[in-house]
């Protein structure tokens, strides 16, 4: 009778652990599942690709290239500021080629922003050259600070394009640029020139342009976009070092960025740092959804993790982020 008791309620007890464990894998495996066929809006409304990203006395800044025409032809840049990174306001025309440069006037790609003295400085491709131009608001106007390119076409290794600037902690600024190859140089206190005999050239494994540098934990990353931004399968990796300028040592991971289902060609990105934590943002662009392709792209955002042991962790395309709040 005893013993009969006994294998009763250990079968009872059995059937309760299986269905426990049913019922934890299938919510386990509910929550692995993401719909790729619904992609979360843009944040910026229309055509507009390679974001950078930026923060800015409580403010976020996004710079991004006009799209909408086959090879990139815009002639203008515009800036677009939040509060909240979810809902944006076009601050207008910033810098307009044919208007404010003597030296190009159009295929307006991918510009950066740095801020150093209180002055805002605004790199950026022309036909192919970088250039510089300074304000002293992140809205600008920004003024053409040299009257000619900074990097002129055809100085370095692969195309002059897709600047970006990473100010380190101690004030040294870093310029990173090159589609081909990756160019860096530490930039004078000026903002605006550079030893040429310091500019160092290097291509990681895989590397096609948009290189972005950000600093985490001692630890800086330089990120960058693989394949061709016409190309479904455009996507951003990225290399470490304990320098600003490398050696870099390539993730063994995948991409951290790419896309997936209805998002397609995910790449040309940039991070932010919500400031005072360790919680970052990363913009892209992607072929617009729907009917979008390498020249009508749209800019998203989404969060971006690091493990513990400082590896950046696949993004999530599909998250809808909520609004962040900065403090006052
Ligand atoms: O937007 C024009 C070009 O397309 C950029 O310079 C590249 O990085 C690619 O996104």
Same mark, same amino acid.
């Given at each position: 009778?005893?013993?009969?008791?006994? /294998?009763?309620?250990?079968?009872?007890?059995?059937?309760?652990?299986?269905?426990?464990?049913?019922?934890?894998?299938?919510?386990?495996?509910?929550?692995?599942?993401?719909?790729?066929? #619904?992609?979360?809006?843009?944040?910026?409304?229309?055509?507009?690709?390679?974001?950078?990203?930026?923060?800015?006395?409580?403010?976020?800044?996004?710079?991004?290239?006009?799209?909408?025409?086959?090879? @990139?032809?815009?002639?203008?840049?515009?800036? @677009?500021?939040?509060?909240?990174? !979810?809902?944006?306001?076009?601050?207008?025309?910033?810098?307009?080629?044919?208007?404010?440069?003597?030296?190009?006037?159009?295929?307006?790609?991918?510009?950066?922003?740095? #801020?150093?003295?209180?002055?805002?400085?605004?790199? $950026?491709?022309?036909?192919?050259?970088?250039?510089?131009?300074?304000?002293?608001?992140?809205?600008?106007?920004?003024?053409?600070?040299?009257?000619?390119?900074? #990097?002129?076409?055809?100085?370095?290794?692969?195309?002059?394009?897709?600047?970006?600037?990473?100010?380190?902690?101690?004030?040294?600024?870093?310029?990173?640029?090159?589609?081909?190859?990756?160019?860096?140089?530490?930039?004078?206190?000026?903002?605006?020139?550079?030893?040429?005999?310091?500019? /160092?050239?290097?291509?990681?494994?895989? $590397?096609?342009?948009?290189?972005?540098?950000?600093?985490?934990?001692?630890?800086?990353?330089?990120? @960058?976009?693989?394949?061709?931004?016409? &190309?479904?399968?455009?996507? !951003?990796?990225?290399?470490?070092?304990?320098?600003?300028?490398?050696?870099?040592?390539?993730?063994?991971?995948?991409? !951290?960025?790419?896309?997936?289902?209805?998002?397609?060609?995910?790449?040309?990105?940039?991070?932010?740092?919500?400031?005072?934590? &360790?919680? @970052?943002?990363?913009?892209?662009?992607?072929?617009?959804?729907?009917?979008?392709?390498?020249?009508?792209?749209?800019?998203?955002?989404?969060?971006?993790?690091?493990?513990?042991?400082?590896?950046?962790?696949? !993004?999530?395309?599909?998250?809808?982020?909520?609004? #962040?709040?900065?403090?006052?």
């Amino acid at each position: 009778m005893l013993l009969r008791l006994k /294998i009763h309620s250990f079968n009872y007890l059995s059937a309760l652990i299986l269905l426990l464990v049913t019922i934890c894998s299938s919510i386990d495996s509910f929550a692995q599942t993401v719909d790729t066929t #619904v992609a979360p809006a843009a944040v910026l409304p229309g055509v507009y690709a390679d974001p950078n990203i930026a923060v800015f006395n409580n403010k976020f800044y996004i710079y991004p290239t006009t799209d909408g025409s086959e090879g @990139w032809l815009s002639t203008s840049f515009t800036c @677009w500021s939040s509060a909240n990174l !979810v809902k944006w306001k076009n601050e207008g025309v910033i810098l307009d080629l044919p208007h404010d440069l003597t030296w190009a006037d159009k295929r307006a790609w991918a510009p950066a922003i740095a #801020v150093k003295n209180n002055k805002y400085y605004y790199y $950026y491709a022309a036909d192919g050259n970088i250039g510089v131009a300074v304000s002293d608001k992140p809205t600008g106007p920004f003024k053409d600070a040299l009257g000619k390119p900074l #990097v002129k076409k055809g100085s370095y290794p692969g195309q002059m394009i897709d600047p970006m600037v990473f100010m380190d902690d101690d004030g040294a600024a870093y310029l990173y640029f090159g589609q081909g190859q990756c160019n860096a140089v530490k930039l004078n206190d000026d903002m605006v020139s550079f030893d040429t005999a310091k500019m /160092i050239s290097f291509k990681p494994s895989g $590397y096609n342009e948009g290189p972005f540098v950000i600093k985490r934990k001692g630890i800086y990353y330089l990120m @960058w976009s693989e394949y061709d931004t016409r &190309d479904p399968r455009y996507s !951003v990796a990225y290399a470490t070092s304990s320098s600003p300028l490398g050696p870099f040592k390539k993730a063994e991971t995948g991409p !951290v960025l790419k896309g997936s289902g209805v998002v397609k060609g995910a790449g040309h990105h940039s991070v932010v740092q919500v400031p005072g934590k &360790d919680e @970052w943002y990363i913009a892209y662009h992607r072929f617009k959804i729907p009917g979008g392709n390498g020249y009508n792209r749209e800019t998203c955002i989404s969060s971006m993790h690091f493990d513990a042991n400082g590896n950046i962790l696949p !993004v999530n395309v599909f998250e809808k982020i909520k609004p #962040v709040k900065l403090k006052r």
